[in-house]
């Protein structure tokens, strides 16, 4: 069984930067695919960035230009860096592997961390 665990999240002031992270752990051979989603109070979860084993990574258009995904093989992690943020970036995040081929070459689909606050004061 795959588990991810988010960390990271805060409270920073407009303008600020945080960076999140991701572990992956259980007994994994490959990530395919890395989603960070988020979920503002009331709102419906969107996709805010991906990025596929050595792929082009691609944001949404809210977070493009302030938000770089990055991700290490080796350690099973992904990372978020999030600049510029506004008050309009306080959301839960969440990390998201749709694919997830394990040692034994099964596959485990749709993982989901348990998501990490951030809040950012104007």
């Known amino acids: 069984q795959v588990h991810l665990v988010e960390s990271g999240g805060g409270l920073v002031q407009e303008g600020g930067s945080l960076r999140l992270s991701c572990q992956a752990t259980?007994?994994?051979?490959?990530?395919?695919?890395w989603f960070w989603y988020r979920q503002a109070a009331g709102n419906q979860r969107e996709s805010v960035a991906a990025?596929?084993?050595?792929?082009?990574?691609t944001y949404a258009d809210s977070v493009k230009g302030r938000f770089t995904i990055s991700r290490d093989n080796a350690q099973n992690m992904v990372y978020l860096q999030m600049d510029s943020l506004k008050p309009e970036d306080t959301a839960v995040y969440y990390c998201?592997?749709?694919?997830?081929?394990?040692?034994?070459?099964?596959?485990?689909?749709?993982?989901w961390g348990q998501g990490t606050q951030v809040t950012v004061s104007s």
């Open positions: 998201n592997a749709p694919w997830v081929v394990l040692s034994s070459g099964g596959l485990e689909r749709d993982s």
């Open positions: 259980g007994s994994i051979s490959s990530i395919n695919t």
């Open positions: 990025i596929a084993s050595g792929g082009t990574p």
